[in-house]
């Protein structure tokens, strides 16, 4: 069965500075996708950022960033410039493509932004 | 932004009485899910659909029920409400589809509050 560990239960960051959230994912599968989302407080999840296992390139979106490295079984989230909207839980996650799949969810990394 | 929409957001009722948590998406999804998550802790999947008719336990056991009767609409129903169910729900929907990424969208949750 897939599992998806999130080893840093905190984190925090001066604000304008960058920080990296880690993930590691473990499975059988070859083809899989992963995700990181967002969780304000008393808000809606949202996705942050989205990565295809058979795509090499890491994926960006503005001021954040994967760390994709697939033999290691790692999914890093970078976080650039950071800003105190950034402050929440953020959640990394695994899904199979196949039909009938599950999303496994990591149990989160609290991220707090110091002004 | 999701279309993906839960009411009540915020509920206070009393030990035993019978709760529904509304759960409706515009997005013609077949998947809907849904989570339980105390404040600041991991999600939990409770149950899941993959369509019409379809219905299925999560990985964590709940005394809650569910129905999906139509595509849209996957409502969550707690016949006696109980001190313990006091929780955040989250409702969440996604198409199996290749191109799209397979994203899983989330509503804003319903925060259930027993006494």
């Known amino acids: 069965a897939q599992t998806v560990t999130q080893s840093q239960p905190e984190m925090s960051v001066q604000e304008a500075e960058t920080v990296t959230l880690s993930c590691t994912y473990d499975?059988?599968?070859?083809?899989?996708?992963l995700f990181w989302y967002k969780q304000p407080p008393s808000r809606q999840m949202i996705l942050v950022i989205r990565?295809?296992?058979?795509?090499?390139q890491n994926a960006t979106e503005n001021r954040f960033s994967v760390n994709f490295q697939k033999a290691a079984k790692s999914f890093s989230l970078k976080i650039s410039d950071s800003q105190l909207g950034d402050a929440a839980m953020y959640f990394c996650?695994?899904?199979?493509?196949?039909?009938?799949?599950?999303?496994?969810f990591g149990k989160g990394t609290r991220l707090h932004i110091l002004p | 932004e999701a279309d993906i929409y839960q009411t009540p957001r915020y509920l206070v009722i009393g030990t035993g009485k019978k709760i529904t948590l509304e759960c409706s998406q515009t997005?013609?999804?077949?998947?809907m899910y849904w989570y339980q998550q105390d404040p600041g802790m991991e999600l939990h999947l409770i149950h899941y659909?993959?369509?019409?008719?379809?219905?299925e336990k999560g990985d964590l056991s709940s005394e809650s029920t569910v129905s999906r009767i139509r595509t849209e609409h996957f409502p969550l129903t707690l016949e006696s409400a109980r001190p313990s169910h006091t929780s955040q729900y989250l409702c969440?929907?996604?198409?199996?589809?290749?191109?799209?990424?397979?994203?899983?969208?989330f509503g804003e949750g319903s925060w259930l509050t027993v006494v």
């Open positions: 969440a929907s996604s198409e199996f589809d290749r191109v799209a990424g397979n994203t899983i969208y």
């Open positions: 499975t059988s599968e070859s083809d899989y996708y």
């Open positions: 990565q295809e296992a058979y795509k090499q």
């Open positions: 996650a695994y899904r199979s493509p196949l039909r009938d799949d599950k999303i496994i």
């Open positions: 997005m013609g999804h077949d998947k």
């Open positions: 659909s993959y369509g019409v008719n379809s219905t």
